[in-house]
């Protein structure tokens, strides 16, 4: 589990495809301690299992096919940065809120606002079916981040041209990636846990 408050951020050093799984080799900055091997960590929101931390080194993690399919991961190259975050104890501040690590889709940059007191504001169009989950003033994980919805728009009723929009202070766009966002961009999504367990037992179980 996690809090979706970013720790560190990652260098990738390498992408190597394999037969079965993906390795990513990410130079990790900002974390208090290095992870050990099997450790979970978070990675743009995405949970991965280190499985190789060599002292002070460079961290390796393998990614499924339907890990690369589902998330951003498969796009990362050498270069890239990403979100990290230790996977919390029972003693973590819940400073953001109750994250699987479980990302859900890929949601698409629409618009970004720069405002006066250095904050922006992001608009993302995810894919519809999650638009269920996505409630004004609600939590959502973006890119591994814990951000309030600032802004919803459902579109039809089957969620088509639906978008939400969030608010993100100097500090949000200082210490994540997501100060590099800009239009066309694409970022993991994953709905708040608790507006997704009513949306699923309201379609499946809740009768007329």
């Known amino acids: 589990m996690f809090t979706g408050i970013v720790h560190g951020r990652g260098l990738v050093r390498s992408v190597e495809p394999g037969s079965g799984a993906t390795r990513f080799e990410i130079e990790p900055s900002g974390l208090e301690q290095t992870p050990a091997r099997g450790a979970s960590i978070?990675?743009?929101g995405c949970c991965l299992t280190v499985a190789e931390a060599p002292a002070g080194g460079v961290l390796a993690f393998d990614a499924i096919p339907e890990t690369l399919a589902r998330t951003t991961l498969g796009r990362l190259r050498a270069g890239d940065s990403v979100n990290l975050e230790p996977a919390a104890r029972a003693d973590t501040p819940l400073d953001g809120h109750v994250v699987q690590g479980h990302v859900e889709g890929v949601a698409r940059v629409s618009a970004v606002l720069r405002e006066g007191d250095g904050g922006w504001r992001v608009r993302f169009?995810?894919?519809a079916e999650l638009m269920a989950c996505i409630?004004?003033?609600g939590s959502v994980t973006v890119a591994?981040?814990?951000?309030?919805i600032a802004a919803v728009e459902p579109g039809s009723g089957t969620g088509e041209g639906g978008w939400f929009e969030v608010a993100l202070i100097p500090t949000t766009l200082e210490l994540t990636t997501l100060g590099a966002l800009e239009?066309?961009?694409?970022v993991n999504i994953e709905t708040d846990i608790l507006a997704r367990t009513v949306a699923h037992w309201m379609r499946h179980y809740a009768g007329e």
Request: proline fraction near 17%; glycine fraction near 12%.
């Open 42 to 44: 978070a990675i743009d």
């Open 183 to 186: 239009v066309g961009a694409e």
């Open 135 to 137: 409630v004004p003033k």
């Open 125 to 127: 169009d995810p894919p």
């Open 144 to 148: 591994g981040v814990s951000l309030t």
